[in-house]
């Protein structure tokens, strides 16, 4: 563990790890690192020896708690991934993320003419039709999705 | 009655039992639908029917069969006289109907259209064509058709012919053919095949599926031959529509090699899909599909707006 904490450590934060091998630039974009704080530091390990999962990547935010929508998005590009919320320099929470039976606003259905696209108010919303891995079908026009990662809201 | 107050959005609301409890109803109703016999089972009722895209027989049935029913009819029938065209969304204009109403029959261009008016409203939501992909009770009137004539739809062999991709129809009848256990030939040109994700589902349902692009061939051991329209307005480009436009046409001489008891099914209107000439041949059963839309409509409606017991 000693080894891992390459990067700085974080007083205040978010470390969300075992993110499958190379997918820590889509958990960026679904963080959303515009919406942070200036002030706050946000660190990417990339291609880190992991015994679970072969390789991973990690990120470290810092000053930063996730919204379940943030972690039901997370759970869908890699459902290994971990969250441990960080205070005052220790662990405080740990838990694996869990992907539910609906997923809603995190995805934009890829069928332009659905009615989620139309600017209605509404989420969309996508049920979880099979976990490994992951296909979701569109709550309103039925379309099935896999590729969910270029189709991120 | 286990379908009062129900959505009916997809075809995949109803099990293969409730859909035979239709159909039953369905046959009781044909002498009402005729005129024959009187019924008041939507008396004091009022039925929404929102068409947001040009229809003439599915609009014109479903008020056929609240009218004889004894219920009666509000009608959008014309997007330029509601306020969409100024913008307000349809899940207001859903909400709004759903408080003058006790049930919408919806109708619109976009997929997905009628999951949201169900969510919008509070009063059951009956699909009746969301874009490309669900027309449920359309379904019904083919089951229907072919549970006439045959008696049975397990084992029955249908060909479904013409635009498998944007076709709303036949995805609502595919399923239901599917689960029913029938055995399904899929006819289509190459860029209108059905939708892998479609495919797949019915393959899940263990569905028997095999493709003949040649007709001919797909009609010879065939007991239902239904033929869908290319819809113009479906596609995204007009070259896309234009490669397909006109590439199969069903005559008297496509069906001569057919069983005699083959039926020619077709949710019209057609566009030349379907030559006159097969009118005249015995296997011609889309007028009486196209009647049987009063019964079945009129069944779906008592049945989801049937009074609570005792009320
Ligand atoms: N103060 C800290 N600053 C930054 N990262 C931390 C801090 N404390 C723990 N971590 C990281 O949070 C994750 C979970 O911590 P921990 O439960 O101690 O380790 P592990 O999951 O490896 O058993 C690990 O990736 C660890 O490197
Ligand atoms: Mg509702
Ligand atoms: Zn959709």
């Known amino acids: 563990m000693v080894r891992e904490l390459r990067i700085t450590p974080i007083r205040n934060g978010t470390v969300i790890d075992h993110i499958a091998n190379g997918l820590a630039l889509d958990v960026l974009r679904i963080i959303g690192v515009r919406d942070l704080d200036k002030d706050s530091t946000v660190s990417i390990a990339l291609h880190v020896r992991s015994g ?102 | 009655m286990a379908l009062r107050g129900r959505d009916i959005v997809s075809i995949r609301d109803l099990s293969t039992e409730e859909i035979t409890e239709i159909l039953d109803h369905a046959r009781s109703m044909i002498p009402v639908a005729e005129g024959k016999k009187s019924s008041s089972a939507l008396e004091g009722k009022v039925v929404a029917t929102a068409f947001f895209e040009p229809s003439t027989r599915t609009r014109l049935s479903f008020e056929a069969a609240v009218q004889r029913l004894g219920g009666r009819c509000l009608t959008i029938a014309d997007i330029g006289v509601t306020s969409m065209r100024k913008g307000e969304s349809l899940y207001d204009t859903v909400r709004m109907l759903s408080s003058y109403s006790d049930a919408i029959v919806l109708r619109h261009p976009n997929e997905g259209a009628a999951r949201l008016a169900a969510d919008a409203s509070d009063r059951p939501v009956i699909n009746a064509g969301d874009g490309s992909n669900q027309h449920p009770t359309q379904a019904l009137l083919d089951l229907m058709a072919m549970h006439e004539t045959f008696g049975t739809l397990a084992g029955l062999k249908v060909v479904l012919l013409g635009d498998l991709k944007y076709g709303r129809t036949v995805h609502s009848l595919a399923i239901a053919l599917a689960q029913f256990g029938s055995e399904l030939v899929l006819s289509a040109p190459r860029a209108l095949a059905l939708p892998e994700d479609l495919r797949g589902e019915l393959e899940s349902l263990g569905a028997k599926i095999s493709d003949e692009p040649e007709l001919r061939r797909a009609v010879r051991d065939a007991d239902v031959l239904y033929v869908t329209r290319i819809q113009k307005e479906r596609f995204p480009d007009e070259g896309e529509y234009r490669s397909v436009a006109g590439s199969y046409r069903v005559d008297a001489s496509v069906l001569d090699g057919a069983k005699p008891q083959l039926i020619v099914l077709h949710p019209l209107p057609r566009a030349g899909e379907v030559d006159p000439e097969v009118d005249r041949t015995p296997h011609a059963a889309y007028f009486r599909q196209a009647f049987l839309a009063v019964p079945v409509r009129m069944a779906l409606l008592s049945s989801i707006l049937a009074p609570t017991r005792g009320g």
């Open chain 1, 52 to 153: 679970k999962i072969g390789w991973k990547d990690i990120v470290k935010v810092e000053n930063m708690e996730l919204s379940p929508r943030k972690v039901n998005a997370i759970a869908l590009i890699s459902p290994s991934a971990t969250i441990s919320i960080i205070r005052d320099h220790q662990v405080r929470e740990k838990r694996a993320v869990d992907l539910p039976e609906h997923v809603t606003g995190v995805v934009r259905c890829p069928n332009i003419n659905c009615i989620s696209n139309q600017g209605e108010p509404i989420e969309s919303d996508f049920r979880v039709v099979r976990r490994r891995p992951v296909v979701l079908r569109c709550a309103y026009c039925d379309r099935q999705v896999t590729d969910f990662l270029r189709h991120l809201a």
